[in-house]
């Protein structure tokens, strides 16, 4: 099957730095990449959903500045935490979305484990 | 009301039972239903991708829509240790909108 990748799969910073995590597609061509994140016995919260060469639709409540995402290429999506703290310690998803044989469907990522201390 | 609701669990069978997993939504505009397995600090899996009402199969797993009811079932045959994970139901209008996903079910199967 498809497979999406991050980078790094776990980070630990201190409070006011920033973070980047990279998402990338391996063999198939991301039209739209989500970022999702997750709290412990949560489901996934949909933070953003990012089109390659567009600016990035932010869902309700998630700050762009705070959380930036840029999709330079159809395999690639960054997201950049900034001046991190410790209530953004999460566990973050990515996900990309195209075309797979005959079949449009999305791929999550592995994720990233970030710990902000 | 939520959009996706999931018993949580935590849900605990023998091996080799029949698990049972179900979803209810409420927006009658879904289509397209999935079911995703996710392990511990892991990313989720896609495990059954259904298009409107009916049954799939695939393997040891079954996947149950009833738009009627807007109720959706997973049902795992023979389960194994291994299947021990989280189990999210999602679902999505069209093949282009952002997916729902309900907050997923603990299952443990134990030897």
């Known amino acids: 099957g498809a497979v999406v990748s991050q980078h790094p799969s776990r980070v630990i910073c201190k409070s006011g730095t920033s973070v980047k995590i990279e998402c990338r597609s391996l063999?198939?061509?991301?039209?739209?990449m989500f970022w999702y994140r997750q709290f412990p016995k949560k489901s996934l919260m949909l933070m953003a959903t990012s089109n390659e060469g567009s600016k990035a639709t932010y869902e309700q409540g998630v700050e762009k500045d705070k959380f930036l995402i840029n999709h330079a290429s159809l395999t690639l999506s960054t997201l950049t935490v900034t001046s991190a703290h410790p209530e953004d310690s999460s566990f973050y998803i990515c996900?990309?979305?195209?075309?797979?044989?005959?079949?449009?469907?999305?791929?999550f990522g592995p994720g990233t484990r970030l710990l902000v201390l | 009301q939520k959009e996706v609701e999931q018993d949580p669990g935590p849900l605990s069978v023998p091996e080799g039972a029949i698990v049972s997993l179900n979803c209810t939504y409420s927006?009658?505009?879904?289509?397209?239903f999935m079911w995703y397995r996710q392990y511990s600090r892991k990313g989720p899996e896609l495990l059954m991708y259904t298009y409107s009402s009916g049954n799939k199969e695939d393997g040891r797993f079954t996947a149950q829509v009833d738009k009627s009811s807007k109720y959706i079932s997973l049902f795992i045959r023979d389960s194994q240790p291994s299947d021990s994970a989280t189990y999210l139901c999602?679902?999505?209008?069209?093949?282009?909108?952002?997916?729902?996903f309900g907050p997923g079910t603990s299952l443990s199967v134990i030897p």
């Open positions: 927006n009658s505009a879904f289509q397209y």
């Open positions: 063999d198939f061509q991301a039209t739209t």
């Open positions: 996900s990309a979305r195209g075309l797979v044989g005959p079949q449009e469907t999305q791929y």
């Open positions: 999602a679902m999505l209008e069209g093949s282009y909108d952002k997916v729902i």
